[in-house]
């Protein structure tokens, strides 16, 4: 198999894999671009590609905001259950849910005005 002869003039680094247009510049100025250093032996320092643009059109406005945001849980976010029951003036608790009653129809509208004052929006 041929394998490529290297030119003795050349530096070790040359048979490496071709550079990105931005990495050109690196390897003008010193004769390994491995080693970043310019002709005066001093350090340069590297300007990233990544990012040249931000997206912020995700962030303009608070709805939007709100709607991509990761993790929040707020009152807003909460449903109070409420388990109904025939009759008037009944209070039943559940067994299984400790805290929990079923409640009767009058009862409802006195438990949605407890939600709406503790700000849970729904029932």
């Not at 680094?13 to 032996?41: D, I, N, Y």
């Not at 929040?72 to 559940?94: A, N, Q, Y």
């Amino acid at each position: 198999e041929d394998m490529p002869v290297q030119d003795p003039s050349l530096p070790a680094c040359a048979l490496e894999a071709r550079a990105f247009p931005w990495q050109a510049e690196a390897k003008a100025a010193s004769p390994c671009h491995k080693c970043r250093a310019s002709p005066g032996g001093q350090m340069r320092p590297i300007s990233a590609p990544y990012p040249a643009a931000r997206f912020r059109r995700l962030r303009r406005t608070a709805s939007l905001r709100a709607l991509t945001q990761e993790n929040h849980l707020s009152v807003g976010d909460l449903i109070w259950p409420v388990f109904v029951r025939d009759g008037t003036k009944v209070e039943e608790p559940i067994a299984s849910m400790p805290g929990v009653n079923r409640i009767s129809i009058d009862n409802v509208v006195r438990a949605a005005e407890q939600a709406a004052s503790l700000g849970i929006p729904a029932i």
